[in-house]
C-alpha cells in the first residue's frame, strides 16, 4: 500500500484519478472545520503565553521533530523558557495531560516526546488535547509554547507558524488526501509566518508558489554515530565502505538511507511503518553487518543492546546569514505579544 501511494503521490501515476471523490469529501469537511473555527462555532484557546507552531501540509515525514529541537535550544539561547506540547504520536495515550523526561516509557507517550525531552531539556507535555497541554506548561514556568505538528489544530490560537517541506519530495502532486499528499490546499501556505524546506528541492519541483520561492532551506547532518549501549561514540566517516543494515520507522525513510550512503556506506534497507515499536526481535538479520538507526528509532530499545547497534542523532544546519534575522523576527514577534498578554 505505501509503494502505491507513493506512486501516486511523488511519482506521477495516473491512478490518482479512482481517488479523487475520496479527496471531495475531505476537501468539504477541511473547508467546513476551518470555517466553523472561523466563525466562532467551535471555541479556540487563547494560552496566556505566545504560542509557535511547527507542523506541515503534508502527510509524512519531513523534518518537524529536528527543527522543533532547534528552535527551542534557539529560543533558550535568547532566554526564553520553552515548553514543548506534542499529541504522542505512537503511544498508548492517556485521558490526561503528561509529562515526559528523557526517561519515559515511548511506548506511553510516543518516540518523538521522548526524542525532544532529552535534546532540549525543555518541559515536555504530550495530550490530544493540546489547549491542555498548554496550560499544564505554563504552570511549570513555561513561557512560550512550541507546538511539535500542530498547524492544523485550530483550537489552539497561534502568534507564528512555520510550515516544514521535504525538499525531495516537495508537495507531491498537490492534490488532497487520499489522491495526494495534501492535508490542507496549497494556499494555506499564505498564512503561514515562514516556510522551511529540508534540503534541496527537487529538480522536478515546478511552478512553486511565491511563498515556497521565498522559504528558508536547511540540511539536517550526521558528524557522530553512537552505540546504543553507550560504549562508544564514533566519526560517521568511520563507517564509509562498510555495509550496513538501516532502520528506521520515520515518516520518509529513504531520507535516513541517503544520508547514510552519502557517508560512503552500502545500505541494506529496513523501512517500518512510521512510529512502530521497533524490539530486539525486529533488528535480527542473522548476519554480523553492523545496525544503524534513527535517533528516534533508538528511544524505542530497552535494555542493553549489542555494540552492533548504533544510532545515527542528526543536526540541523541552516545559513548563519539567514538564521540571524529570521531569529529575531521570531524573537521581536514573541515579545511583544508577551507585553500584550
Not at 102 to 120: K, N
Not at 153 to 167: A, F, M, N
Not at 282 to 299: N, P
Amino acid at each position: 500500500m505505501y509503494k502505491w501511494l507513493h506512486r501516486v503521490w511523488y511519482e506521477g501515476a495516473k491512478s490518482f484519478r479512482i481517488l479523487l471523490p475520496l479527496s471531495g469529501l475531505y476537501w468539504l469537511l477541511i473547508t467546513l472545520r476551518r470555517g466553523l473555527f472561523r466563525i466562532g462555532v467551535l471555541g479556540r484557546y487563547r494560552a496566556a503565553v505566545p504560542v509557535v507552531i511547527v507542523g506541515n501540509i503534508t502527510a509524512g515525514g519531513t523534518g518537524k521533530t529536528p527543527v522543533t529541537i532547534w528552535l527551542a535550544n534557539e529560543l533558550r539561547n535568547r532566554e526564553f523558557s520553552p515548553g514543548i506540547v506534542s499529541r504522542g504520536y505512537g503511544g498508548s495515550g492517556s485521558s490526561t495531560s503528561m509529562r515526559v523526561d528523557s526517561a519515559s516509557d515511548p511506548a506511553v507517550v510516543g518516540d518523538e516526546p521522548v526524542l525532544l525531552a532529552r535534546r532540549t531539556g525543555c518541559p515536555v507535555v504530550v495530550d490530544a488535547n493540546r489547549a491542555r497541554a498548554t496550560q499544564m506548561l505554563i504552570s511549570d514556568g513555561a513561557n512560550v509554547i512550541i507546538a511539535d505538528d500542530g498547524l492544523q489544530h485550530y483550537r489552539l490560537e497561534r502568534d507564528y507558524e512555520i510550515c516544514v517541506i521535504d525538499g525531495s519530495r516537495g508537495l507531491g502532486n498537490r492534490r488532497l488526501i487520499p489522491a495526494g499528499p495534501m492535508r490542507e490546499t496549497i494556499d494555506r501556505l499564505c498564512d503561514v509566518d515562514q516556510v522551511l524546506i529540508n534540503g534541496r528541492r527537487s529538480a522536478k519541483e515546478e511552478a512553486m508558489t511565491v511563498v515556497e520561492q521565498n522559504a528558508i532551506e536547511f540540511e539536517l547532518v550526521a558528524t557522530e554515530v553512537s552505540r546504543l549501549n553507550g560504549s562508544l561514540t564514533r566519526s560517521i566517516e568511520r563507517f564509509a565502505g562498510t555495509t550496513v543494515h538501516a532502520v528506521a520507522a520515520i515518516g520518509n525513510p529513504a531520507r535516513f538511507f541517503d544520508l547514510l550512503r552519502v557517508h560512503g556506506m552500502q545500505v541494506i534497507e529496513h523501512a517500518f511503518r512510521d512510529h512502530a515499536r521497533l524490539t530486539a526481535a525486529d533488528l535480527r538479520f542473522g548476519d554480523e553487518f553492523e545496525v544503524l538507526m534513527t535517533e528516534k528509532d533508538a528511544v524505542k530499545l530497552h535494555g542493553t543492546m549489542a555494540d552492533k547497534f548504533w544510532q545515527v542523532p542528526v543536526e540541523l544546519k541552516i545559513d548563519a546569514l539567514v538564521a540571524g534575522p529570521w531569529l529575531e523576527q521570531i524573537e521581536s514577534r514573541l515579545r511583544n505579544d508577551m507585553e500584550i498578554q
